[in-house]
């Protein structure tokens, strides 16, 4: 069964510095999502993502985060310089429609730990 | 906004015990209605959802209705394994041009042998 993958599964970093999460969607999927869990809390939206733009982004997707589809597989979240409060379990999400009812398949996420 | 209520975990059952995880909801629009589940050191998957009032959504042993009067979709399962242990999320997307989804809290469900 198709599935989606992110890379890499923990990831360790000094405040300040920069982070990009991988994630590869399912291959037929057109519309791409971020969703962060910190510690504890909900899983929160941050930004959907079609046709190489952004669809809609949460107040959470502040300057310091940006999106890419760099190439035909890949979907990548940066975070230009980590703050403290960015740790968080970061999930990739993809569905193939923008249906309300669509399901999103999300991924296994990437343990951020900002130290 | 859109908001999803769900209750309070840890849920600890033993095993064939009946499992009620309530979920309740406000949004606007006419929203679809999730469960995901998560396994210890997995993502999220989904487990069932229901698109519209009075939808049952099943999977597994487990149902759900879509409840517009009491807006709830309360999950529940007639008789739980040790492997449904889990945290279950509850979750709505409300549709038309916002297709995000808005999540509960979580509740973390132990079934013992």
């Known amino acids: 069964e198709p599935e989606v993958t992110q890379t890499p599964s923990h990831q360790v970093t000094q405040m300040g510095q920069e982070v990009i999460l991988r994630c590869v969607p399912i291959?037929?999927?057109?519309?791409f999502y971020w969703y962060r869990q910190i510690l504890g809390q909900k899983v929160e939206f941050l930004v959907s993502?079609?046709?190489?733009?952004?669809?809609?982004k949460s107040e959470i997707f502040d300057d310091q985060f940006s999106v890419e589809r760099p190439d035909g597989s890949n979907f990548t979240l940066k975070i230009r310089s980590t703050k403290l409060e960015d740790s968080a379990m970061y999930f990739c999400?993809?569905?193939?429609?923008?249906?309300?009812?669509?399901?999103?398949?999300f991924g296994p996420g990437t343990r951020l730990t900002v130290l | 906004g859109n908001s999803v209520t769900q209750m309070e975990g840890p849920v600890t059952l033993s095993e064939e015990a009946f499992l009620t995880i309530n979920c309740t909801y406000t949004?606007?629009?006419?929203?679809?209605l999730f469960w995901y589940v998560q396994y210890p050191g997995e993502g999220l998957q989904l487990l069932l959802k229901?698109?519209?009032?009075?939808d049952k959504g099943s999977n597994k042993g487990f149902e759900a209705t879509y409840r517009k009067e009491t807006t709830s979709f309360h999950l529940e399962k007639g008789s739980v394994q040790v492997s449904d242990s889990a945290v279950y999320f509850c979750a709505l997307s409300s549709g038309g041009s916002n297709y995000k989804l808005t999540f509960g809290k979580g509740t973390l469900l132990t079934v013992n042998p």
């Open positions: 291959s037929n999927h057109l519309y």
């Open positions: 229901a698109t519209k009032a009075d």
């Open positions: 949004a606007t629009g006419y929203p679809s």
């Open positions: 993502f079609y046709n190489n733009e952004i669809s809609e």
């Open positions: 999400a993809s569905s193939e429609t923008k249906t309300g009812s669509d399901t999103q398949y």
